[in-house]
């Protein structure tokens, strides 16, 4: 009897502990995003309207993450669930393909916002990046589908961006690009994941993106276009990086 009495108040004492250990494990995800949320901030006052449009885009990653974490708690279950998991895994992915872009590496690359100013907090984040991945585990699927996330999101802005849009030619450049981006969606679903014909494909959406940059200046000043135009921005800078779009090569390379 003593026996069994000792092994219930073990079992109860276990559960408790696990229960306490759940609640740190997100009050530790919320904490480290929060401070990796600041970095960022300190990181952006350097930077010009293009280059801030990616750390946007990683803030809003994390915010994702945090508002799902908080909803969870709300709604009384488990904090940290699947869905968590997929978007703290898309954060990752996000920081995973923007090595270049913030210059972490022995030499930073010219391309890089790496500056003496910036540089304690990019080598902050670099090591909160870092323990993420080896507390948490995550490593990169093999047969992501990138791809066909970002273009669906970036086909969305667009389409909200022609909204504020007056100018008739403006209009119709940022328009032409809907097909392109509309094939890109198509293939990747096919291809059923980020590869090298999918990435072909995708180069030419971005460089179509790329080219009407300017069009971007004639769209009406209010705050909801802004916030379009930095989502677009933000979404093709991570995705040429992410792609390796810049040093992608045909060569024997044969698709549908």
């Known amino acids: 009897m003593r026996m069994m009495k000792f ?37 952006s006052y350097t930077v010009v309207q293009e280059d801030f449009a990616r750390i946007l885009l990683i803030k809003k990653a994390i915010k994702n993450v945090s508002e ?18 997929l978007l703290m895994q898309k954060l990752m992915i996000q920081y ?14 010219y391309l890089s916002i790496h500056t003496p100013l910036t540089e304690d907090a990019i080598k902050e984040l670099y090591s909160s990046y870092q323990n993420t991945l080896k507390v948490y585990g995550f490593k990169e699927d093999p047969n992501l589908t990138i791809t066909f996330d970002t273009f669906i999101q970036i086909e969305k802005s667009i389409r909200s961006l022609l909204n504020f849009v007056n100018d008739e030619n403006a209009k119709a450049k940022l328009s032409e690009i809907l097909p392109l981006i509309g094939r890109t969606i198509a293939i990747a679903k096919v291809e059923d994941g980020d590869n090298i014909c999918t990435f072909l494909q995708a180069s030419k959406a971005i460089n179509a993106i790329r080219e009407v940059y300017e069009v ?37 390379v044969t698709c549908q």
């Open 68 to 85: 799902d974490i908080k909803e969870n708690k709300e709604l009384d279950i488990a904090p940290i669930t699947l869905q968590t998991l």
């Open 216 to 252: 971007f200046y004639q769209v009406n000043n209010d705050n909801l276009a802004r916030e379009l135009i930095l989502d677009i921005q933000g979404q093709t800078g991570f995705y040429a990086e992410y792609s390796q779009l810049d040093r992608l090569s045909d060569e024997g």
């Open 96 to 109: 995973r393909h923007s090595k270049e872009f913030f210059g972490w590496g022995e030499q930073p690359s």
């Open 7 to 43: 092994i219930k108040i073990m079992a109860l004492c276990l559960t408790f502990i696990s229960i306490n250990a759940v609640e740190t494990l997100d009050q530790q995800i919320l904490t480290l995003l929060e401070s990796q949320n600041q970095l960022l901030d300190e990181i």
